[in-house]
C-alpha cells in the first residue's frame, strides 16, 4: 500500500481526451469528477485542479477538425472554448455547493515575483474560503505558450503553492519500461524513485488532436514537482473513483516519489522562471559560483538582452539568478572592482551583480528551460 497519510494539498490535472466523449463535453465525466473532489474536501484534503480542455471545446464548437499551429487561431479557439470549460465544472460542483474559482494564468504572472507572490496570496484565500481553484493557460492573450502544456503548468502550480500530491490523469494509464503501442510485452512500472536519463530519454513525443501531452511532458512536469518534494502520480483519468483510490493507497498508475531534499520555495521559483537575458561570466567567476558565491562585476564578461533589476538571467548557461541592477546598468561595470560600483552607477546601487542567495544551479538533463 502507497501511504499519502501526509498529504494535505493536492493539485489535480485532468487531460483534453478524459474531458470529452465522443468530441464532446463528457458531463457525465465533470460530475463525477465533482463528487470525487467533494469526497476529498470531506476527508480534510485541498483539492486544485488544473483543467485542459478550452482550446479543445473552441475549435469542436467553431468546427474545427484538426489541431491549428496558428496562434491567432489557438487564442481564438481557447476564448470560445473558456466558457464552455468553466460552465461545465460550475454546474457540476453546484451539485455538491461548492463554489469554484477561475484562474487563469500567463507566463507573466509566474515569472514576476510581484505577481506570483500576489498569486500565492489570493489561492490561498480561496482555499481558506472553501473554494476549489480551476487554473488555466490565459491562451487568448498569450503570444507564446505559458510552459509548454498543462502538464508542466500543473507542476509549476504544485511547486509554487507547496502541494504534497501532483495527479496527472490522463488517457495513459502508467509509465512503461517501453513504449507499449510498439511493444507488446511492455510492462507498467509502479514506482519510480529517481528520473533517471533511461526514462528521460525514453519518453515519447506530444499527443494528438487537440491535446499536447505526451509522456515527455508529464516527466518534465514530474522533475518540476519531485525538487518542491512533491509525489506525482500518473493515472487513467476514466477509472472509477481514481483520485481517492489513489489517497487511499491503492497501486493505481504509476508514483513518482519526490527529491529527498526539498528545495526552497525562491530557489523553485527561480529555477522555473524564463530568464530575460544572459550574463556571461569568466572561468574564475563560473567557479565562485559553483561554490555558493555571489556575482562580482570583476567576473562580468558581457551582458545580453533587455532586463530589470528583479528579472531572472541565465548565467553562463549553467545558472539561473535574479538580476541585482538592469542590464544597461550592468553593462557601465563589466570587469569593474565592487568598490567603483558606487561612483559609477550611484551610491545607492548594490556593490554585486547578483547574491549567492538568487542564484541556483540548473540540472539542464532533467528538463529544465
Not at 61 to 76: N, P, Y
Not at 125 to 136: C, D, H, Q, R
Request: aromatic content about 4%; proline content about 3%.
Amino acid at each position: 500500500m502507497r501511504n499519502f497519510s501526509r498529504v494535505k494539498k493536492i493539485v489535480i490535472k485532468i487531460g483534453t481526451n478524459t474531458l470529452t466523449r465522443n468530441g464532446a463535453l463528457n458531463v457525465e465525466y465533470f460530475d463525477n469528477m465533482a463528487q470525487q473532489v467533494a469526497d476529498l474536501r470531506k476527508s480534510g484534503f485541498q483539492p486544485l485542479i488544473v483543467s485542459s480542455g478550452a482550446i479543445g471545446f473552441g475549435a469542436r464548437e467553431m468546427g474545427a477538425d484538426k489541431k491549428t499551429k496558428k496562434v491567432r487561431f489557438k487564442q481564438a479557439y481557447a476564448a470560445v472554448g473558456q466558457p464552455i470549460l468553466i460552465h461545465g465544472y460550475r454546474v457540476a460542483f453546484q451539485k455538491h455547493g461548492i463554489h469554484i474559482a477561475q484562474v487563469l494564468l500567463t507566463r507573466g504572472a509566474l515569472n514576476n515575483r510581484e505577481s506570483f507572490v500576489n498569486l500565492k496570496s489570493a489561492v490561498e484565500t480561496l482555499l481558506e474560503m472553501g473554494v476549489v481553484p480551476i487554473f488555466n493557460e490565459n491562451d487568448s492573450v498569450s503570444t507564446v505558450e505559458l510552459i509548454g502544456d498543462n502538464d508542466q503548468l500543473s507542476a509549476h502550480i504544485a511547486s509554487k503553492l507547496d502541494a504534497d500530491l501532483l495527479i496527472l490523469l490522463t488517457d495513459i494509464d502508467a509509465l512503461y519500461d517501453k513504449n507499449p503501442k510498439e511493444h507488446p510485452d511492455a510492462k507498467p512500472i509502479s514506482v519510480v524513485e529517481e528520473l533517471t536519463d533511461e526514462i528521460v530519454a525514453n519518453a515519447g513525443g506530444a499527443g494528438t488532436e487537440f491535446a499536447t501531452g505526451g509522456m515527455k511532458t508529464k516527466i518534465l512536469a514530474v522533475s518540476i514537482a519531485r525538487k518542491a518534494g512533491c509525489k506525482t502520480v500518473l493515472a487513467h483519468g476514466a477509472l472509477e473513483n481514481v483520485v481517492p483510490r489513489i489517497l487511499a493507497g491503492e497501486a493505481i498508475g504509476t508514483l513518482f516519489l519526490a527529491d529527498r531534499v526539498r528545495m526552497p520555495a525562491k530557489a523553485r521559483w527561480i529555477l522555473n522562471a524564463s530568464p530575460k537575458g544572459r550574463l556571461i561570466v569568466d572561468e574564475g567567476a563560473e567557479n565562485a559560483l559553483a561554490d555558493n558565491k555571489s556575482l562580482l562585476p570583476s567576473g562580468l564578461v558581457a551582458v545580453e538582452g533587455e532586463f530589470n533589476r528583479g528579472d531572472v538571467v541565465w548565467i553562463n548557461d549553467r545558472f539561473k539568478a535574479v538580476a541585482g541592477s538592469d542590464s544597461s546598468s550592468m553593462r557601465k561595470i563589466i570587469g569593474c572592482h565592487s568598490k567603483d560600483i558606487p561612483r559609477i552607477l550611484g551610491d545607492a546601487k548594490r556593490d554585486v551583480v547578483s547574491r549567492s542567495s538568487d542564484i541556483v544551479p540548473v540540472d539542464r538533463l532533467r528538463g529544465k528551460d
